[in-house]
């Protein structure tokens, strides 16, 4: 029975430290990728401010998701960082999200 509870307590905590993981990264790859002009809002990049995403979050995250990873007016295909996997790219919105949610 210990034994049980153990292996229970290990892979809670896995699963703990890689939700931990994701987000970190979601953060991670805004910083390096996209924080150049949504930190700042160059370009006309809308900024991590909730007024500045209330029409865009009405279009569902999945219009978003596909915006970051194929382009959408002056928002380049992947932030121009053409290495990110798609998945990067989709940690990065979810990151941007819950800043402005
Ligand atoms: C070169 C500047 C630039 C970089 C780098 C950039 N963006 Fe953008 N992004 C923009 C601009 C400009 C818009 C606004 C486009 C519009 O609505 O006219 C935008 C809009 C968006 C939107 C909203 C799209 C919509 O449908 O309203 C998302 C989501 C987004 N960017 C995600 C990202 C992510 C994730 C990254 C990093 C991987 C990133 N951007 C990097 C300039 C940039």
Known sequence: MKKVITGTVVSLAMLGLASVA????????????CFACHGTGAAGAPKLEKSAWGDRLEK????LYDHAINGFKA????G??????????????????????
């Open 60 to 63: 569902g995250k999945d219009t």
């Open 80 to 101: 121009g960082r053409a290495d990110l996997s798609d998945a990067d790219v989709k940690a990065a919105v979810d990151y941007m999200l819950t800043e402005v949610e």
């Open 22 to 33: 994701q987000a970190a990264g979601g953060q991670k790859v805004y910083q390096d990728a």
């Open 75 to 78: 928002m380049p295909a992947k």
